[in-house]
């Protein structure tokens, strides 16, 4: 059974930075490209940045370019995402996500592996 494991998320000012972790199990981690969704209240739920398992090519929504930056090391079977410069507007709940296909994958409906989420509260 597939499981994939969020942690790190909290509260943080304007400007300072988190970590999340997914810690994958179930799977061949390194056979899978690994994504990061996110969804504020009323909002879609929308691509944040995913990495593929062979080359890490990666990719990034135009809203976290430059600020967020997607990894992985497949000895832990874990990705994770380093956010620096958090805005409020960053707020929201971050879902990580897999799939068994190669290339990067920025929709939310290729993505056949979620995680429960964590909540990231970013205060003005």
């Known amino acids: 059974q597939v499981q994939l494991v969020e942690s790190g998320g909290g509260l943080v000012q304007a400007g300072g930075s988190l970590t999340l972790s997914c810690a994958a199990s179930g799977l061949t981690f390194s056979s899978y490209t690994m994504g990061w969704f996110r969804q504020a209240p009323g909002q879609k739920r929308e691509f944040v940045a995913a990495i593929t398992w062979r080359t890490r090519s990666t990719d990034y929504g135009d809203s976290v370019k430059g600020r967020f930056t997607i990894s992985r090391d497949s000895t832990k079977s874990t990705a994770y995402l380093q956010m620096n410069s958090l805005k409020p507007e960053d707020t929201a709940v971050y879902y990580c996500?897999?799939?068994?296909?190669?290339?990067?994958?920025?929709?939310?409906?290729?993505?056949?592996?979620w995680g429960q989420g964590t909540q990231v509260t970013v205060s003005s």
């Open positions: 996500a897999a799939v068994l296909k190669s290339g990067v994958r920025t929709s939310e409906r290729e993505y056949g592996h």
